[in-house]
């Protein structure tokens, strides 16, 4: 069996939010790695992994619609084979990808996530703030956006997680604020 690949970080823009990848040939061969990995996964738990993992990366190499299509595949798996949390966390990828693409649909779908967050745990919880943060910042909504990158920040650095989902919060907290000076 092969070593696990090292997880590619993509970059944020700190004007946009926006994810990319510093070298998109390594993450397009991840994402070749993801697609076998999801033929060849030896349950639907670890199909849904991948295809998670996939979606991420299509997002950040700016395929919103193939990002999409394994988003639907994703939140699909999860209904069938994954439980309640990661039904949640599929449904948020879902969201993401549509907001992509523009499509407001996200926003209904990110509205009708939050409320049920809290109860997948903190660590669930401060990810659905910062998708939400991320979808409100698309559309301009500068004091919603910080208010929920506030509060996955505060989730995440009460609970100590890794730096890079820290140091998201923070970056999309300050852009949300700066834009916000901006206005008044």
Not at 27 to 51: F, K, M, Y
């Amino acid at each position: 069996m092969s070593e696990p690949a090292e997880p590619l970080v993509p970059t944020v823009d700190p004007e946009t939010l926006r994810e990319s990848y510093p070298d998109p040939a390594a993450a397009r061969a991840r994402a070749d790695e993801l697609r076998a990995e999801i033929r060849t996964a030896p349950d639907e738990i670890g199909e849904l992994v991948a295809r998670g993992d996939l979606v991420d990366l299509l997002i950040g190499l700016e395929e919103p619609d193939e990002a999409l299509h394994e988003a639907n595949a994703a939140a699909d798996r999860a209904e069938i084979a994954g439980n309640a949390a990661m039904q949640h966390t599929a449904r948020l990828r879902l969201a993401r990808a549509h907001q992509r693409r523009g499509d407001a649909d996200s926003t209904v779908m990110v509205t009708e996530l939050l409320p049920a967050a809290q109860q997948f745990g903190p660590v669930i919880e401060a990810y659905t703030h910062h998708y939400a943060g991320l979808d409100d910042f698309e559309q301009g909504h500068w004091a919603d956006a910080r208010d929920h990158f506030a509060r996955a920040l505060a989730i995440r650095d009460e609970l100590e997680l890794p730096d890079p989902d820290r140091a998201a919060s923070r970056l999309g907290l300050e852009a949300a604020a700066r834009r916000l000076g901006a206005d008044e």
